[in-house]
């Protein structure tokens, strides 16, 4: 029997239970279509009485179900449910993730009163970062029902052709699939950016991605013309926090990094990488770099800085402009310089109750969401004409929804129209995707206890460069001085121990997936 039919039963059975114990007379819409019931007329699924169809509540952030999906909107999503066929509705029930104490709490009182049929498993817990993740927390309370039988049905595998299978293994937990995440493209890339007369004369010739090396070099002849102004986008809250990871390497915690072949090595002792922050420190000594501008990326633009090097995800980009917020593209030229290695998802994941009664009605929900453009774009921007305006494929609004909503139950962006920007995202996310790979040292973490290392020695490595760029040493002298003391200090020898214990851990992890 269909989940489809299941539902009937149920409906025949309370129209039966009705009419005997209250003595009412069916009603006399039982014969409609709800298949023909239209979106435009977000009311007719709402206000039909020929039948109650199924409730389904999906758990998110209270901000986000109180203020978005209620009334016409969330009527015009019903609306298209019916329209495709389910007999089902959905509602969002709010939490307070404030906290994660907050969110958790939220999600207990639901689970001990059976409310809700998917949830959001939350954000991570920014007091106490060495747990593991909200997703796998929920997962270990036993709260998630794991999909993997879905997976293998012909509605399972319409979902998961929406995903690569890195994305898919970034939310596996112990060889299982619990849920979907809010994503589009994976990660963030590390890019040369250059504007004005740099367009098509900078020597590159056309190179799409550049090792550190070829950075640095071209950095060398930039700095040359004096008029040149470059911005380094590396100043959070007027703190230059950025890891090496950024420039190719694997962090594994702070101040210790691997090389993507496998190698714990000490940052300081790479020459690229010394020959880099010597020219970046001596090109801020010079007026020629400015890494604490509030509006550097606005200002880069438009043209105050003729190149700068960011953090960004490529889908903002072509290689030739950036798109802007406003729909305006900027012309650039552009060269990726290290493709980040991802690690698993630990929050913010979508998944089916536990507890729900309707599992599978859940899952079909689940997958709409994913796979109809419609819903997707209902759920997310609104009602056409109302909420956002739809130009040429792409939807223009001035209550334009964040780019990161954890609420947001529209978990691919496959499907939806453009957010105030231009061109076709879905083959560009598809093949982006495939840039990205999973971290070897996903799951590892360090027993710095054991490696002898120091908490103060290890923030040290990983800020150095920030004492290059304030200080007023000679940055080859300053360099040779740090490389010096972690000598002195034995951090090579917490290296070596952190490298054994992640030989160690690798062969573990081999022989229980093998």
């Not at 007999?87 to 207990?108: A, C, M, N, P, R």
């Not at 409310?115 to 909200?134: H, V």
């Not at 798109?323 to 900027?330: E, F, I, L, S, T």
């Amino acid at each position: 029997m269909t989940c489809k039919d299941s539902y009937v039963m149920r409906s025949c059975l309370l129209v039966l239970s009705l009419v005997l114990m209250m003595s009412l007379t069916a009603c006399s819409n039982d014969d409609k279509d709800i298949h023909n019931v239209s979106v435009s007329s977000p009311a007719a699924a709402a206000d039909s009485d020929d039948e109650s169809p199924l409730q389904l509540v999906w758990l998110t952030v209270d901000y986000w179900a109180e203020d978005k999906m209620t009334g016409e909107r969330l009527k015009a999503a019903n609306a298209r449910i019916r329209e495709l066929g389910y007999d089902f509705e959905v509602s969002f029930q709010g939490i307070s993730d404030e906290t994660y104490e907050t969110y958790q709490k939220g999600i207990e009182e639901v689970k001990k009163n059976k409310q809700g049929d998917l949830m959001w498993t939350g954000l991570g817990d920014g007091d106490a970062p060495e747990k593991e993740g909200t997703y796998y927390r929920q997962i270990q309370l036993g709260n998630l029902k794991p999909l993997d039988k879905w997976m293998k049905t012909d509605l399972g595998r319409t979902l998961k052709d929406q995903y690569s299978p890195l994305e898919w293994k970034r939310v596996t937990y112990k060889n299982h699939i619990y849920g979907v995440r809010n994503m589009k493209e994976q990660g963030v890339f590390t890019c040369l950016i250059l504007t004005g007369d740099q367009i098509n004369s900078s020597g590159l010739n056309g190179k799409t991605d550049l090792s550190v090396r070829e950075l640095y070099q071209w950095l060398e002849e930039y700095r040359k013309n004096p008029e040149h102004k470059f911005y380094l986008d590396w100043n959070y809250m007027n703190d230059y926090n950025t890891s090496f990871s950024e420039l190719g390497y694997i962090k594994l915690c702070d101040g210790i990094y691997m090389t993507p072949e496998g190698t714990v090595e000490n940052v300081w002792e790479n020459e690229d990488i010394c020959q880099l922050w010597m020219c970046f420190t001596s090109m801020k000594k010079a007026g020629q770099l400015v890494c604490d501008d509030s509006d550097g990326l606005d200002q880069t633009y438009q043209g105050k800085y003729t190149a700068a090097l960011i953090n960004m995800t490529g889908e903002n980009m072509d290689g030739s402009y950036l798109y802007q917020p406003d729909g305006a593209k900027v012309p650039v030229e552009s060269h990726t310089v290290a493709v980040p290695f991802l690690n698993k998802i630990e929050n913010d994941v979508h998944g089916v109750t536990s507890w729900s009664e309707y599992p599978d009605e859940a899952m079909q929900l689940l997958t709409l969401v994913n796979t109809d453009k419609e819903l997707a774009n209902l759920l997310y921007f609104g009602l056409e004409g109302k909420d956002y305006q739809l130009k040429d494929g792409v939807a223009y609004t001035e209550k334009f929804p964040d780019t990161y909503c954890p609420a947001n139950p529209k978990i691919t962006y496959f499907n939806q129209y453009e957010a105030n920007g231009s061109g076709e995202k879905e083959a560009y996310y598809k093949k982006v995707n495939q840039r990205y790979q999973l971290s070897p040292a996903d799951g590892f973490v360090p027993n710095l206890k054991k490696a002898g290392a120091r908490d103060e020695l290890l923030k040290e490595v990983e800020s150095f460069y920030k004492t290059l760029l304030e200080g007023n040493d000679d940055p080859k002298k300053s360099i040779q001085k740090f490389q010096k003391k972690l000598k002195n200090q034995k951090y090579e020898s917490v290296l070596k121990n952190v490298q054994r214990q992640y030989d160690n851990w690798k062969k573990r992890r081999a022989k229980s997936e093998g």
